[in-house]
């Protein structure tokens, strides 16, 4: 029989606010600005094609840096980094919103990612490193539901802000919530230990720090025009790179980031079901839209709304799915929310069956994704010591990026192939992928670490 978990101090409760504001603002720009790519284009007279760079490279940038999260926090402490961060985030967002040409616009995009980068895993890391074990559940549920939010309510709100003042404002919103944050760090967050000592893995730098970033341009690329010679060379070098980075860090005596730790019981699990519910979540993302407007008829409109449900589904299950897993341990939490996803997506194999249940569908879909994915990075942080929580935050955000880049290639992949003999048919070929992601991590959800016993505690 499981005990309560140890409550939480409204201390810890605001630094899970103060670095939740910082991951909604990051999450809210990775998916909003999507939208404002065709008036973006107009605006500027520019090919839709260029415009695309708005999105882009914003995820490449974010990519280039996230490796350098972790020993920058070593070096300059936590804290004086997701500060940095922010700040630096808040200032291209004002560029962002000034802008006067693409060209400007898209360094913005890039200045953007490059802190976002930083930011997200760093305030992770701030937070697991101020927690008890048994106090990260909740606490990672409050800031999963910040970052579920964000993509929840993107599509209404950017709507809402293109069609009533200007795509500008997507950018603007983040000014008051960034320098709140800010401004409540100096006096929430924790400083974090710094050491000059701390020698750059400038090898392991380059070999990832151009990997990743290829592996996301590749995928984005095959996203937007399919399988292309540009596209797939640079999704080739980058897993190359990255895979070269892997075998480099694993000989290393000081690596970037130290990839030992997948040696811990239960790591390498939370690590695999992170990357596989990015792969269902971002393949999702790219296949429901197409499958909603195309086979269903919905609007553009009423697409959005379904996929506002999928993401208040997440925003709704985290807060609770924190509690249990704090209580229960993160392998029966996970594993529920893995079967729920892989029921919910199973459903979608037959489209004639539903009717008109597709928003309970992708509600529950949404909560099986946070229910599944969640307690699998809190169990990431379980699995090593206060001292190695950067890294652990550095790895999970690298699996779940990689894995939602090749979840998307997957399904676009298998859409283009199989569209070629049945369009119908394609969609039953592409939610076949997500099913079998959806499995995947059941798989790995079964290997996480066992809940600590009383004694253990």
């Known amino acids: 029989m499981s005990s309560a978990p140890p409550t939480i101090s409204p ?3 605001m630094v899970a606010a103060v670095t939740g504001c910082g991951a ?32 882009t490279s914003y995820l490449v940038a974010l990519a280039l840096s996230l490796p350098l999260s972790a020993w920058l926090s070593r070096r300059f402490g936590s804290r004086r980094v997701w500060v940095a961060a922010l700040l630096t985030f808040v200032a291209a967002s004002i560029w962002c919103a000034l802008s006067r040409d693409m060209a400007t616009l898209t360094v913005a995009r890039c200045l953007q990612g490059l802190s976002a980068g930083l930011m997200v895993p760093t305030g992770q890391a701030i937070l697991s490193e101020a927690a008890n074990r048994q106090q990260l559940g909740r606490l990672m549920g409050t800031v999963g539901f910040a970052v579920a939010l964000g993509p929840a309510l993107g599509p209404g709100l950017g709507g809402v802000l293109i069609d009533g003042l200007s795509w500008r404002w997507l950018f603007w919103i983040n000014v008051p919530v960034g320098i709140g944050a800010a401004f409540a760090a100096k006096y929430v967050l924790p400083l974090g230990e710094a050491s000059s000592a701390d020698r750059l893995d400038t090898t392991g730098l380059i070999l990832i720090g151009l990997g ?37 860090a694993r000989r290393s005596q000081a690596p970037l980031i130290d990839i030992r730790l997948f040696r811990r019981a239960g790591f390498a699990a939370a690590v695999g079901t992170a990357g596989l519910t990015g792969a269902a979540m971002y393949g999702g993302l790219l296949l429901i839209p197409l ?18 449900m999928m993401g208040m589904g997440a925003a709704v299950v985290l807060p609770m799915a924190g509690n249990v897993t704090d209580r229960y341990g993160a392998l029966a939490v996970s594993l529920i929310g893995s079967a729920i996803l892989l029921l919910s997506t199973t459903a979608f194999l037959w489209p004639s069956m539903l009717s008109l249940a597709w928003a309970p569908l992708l509600f529950a879909r949404g909560g099986g994704l946070a229910l599944a994915q969640m307690p699998a990075m809190t169990a990431a942080y379980v699995a090593v010591g206060k001292n190695e929580t950067g890294d652990a935050a550095t790895i999970v955000n690298i699996a779940q990026r990689i894995g939602g880049a090749l979840g998307a290639i997957t399904t676009v992949v298998v859409l283009e192939k199989a569209a070629k003999a049945d369009n119908q048919l394609a969609y039953g070929w ?28």
Request: proline share 3%.
């Open 212 to 248: 990743l970033p290829l592996v996301l341009f590749g995928s984005a690329g095959i996203g937007e025009s399919g399988l292309t010679l540009s596209s797939t060379s640079s999704l080739a070098a980058g897993m190359a790179l990255t895979m070269a980075f892997v075998i480099h």
């Open 24 to 55: 909604f603002i990051a999450m809210l720009d990775s998916t909003v600005a999507n939208l404002a790519i065709d008036a973006i284009s107009r605006e500027f007279g520019a090919p839709l094609e260029d415009a695309q760079w708005v999105a």
């Open 430 to 457: 592409g939610f076949a992928v997500l099913v079998t992601f959806a499995a995947g991590s059941m798989v790995t959800s079964m290997l996480l670490k066992r809940p600590l016993t009383q004694s253990e505690r």
């Open 11 to 13: 201390r810890l409760w």
């Open 291 to 308: 499958f909603l407007q195309d086979s269903l008829h919905l609007s553009a409109t009423d697409a959005g709304l379904m996929l506002f």
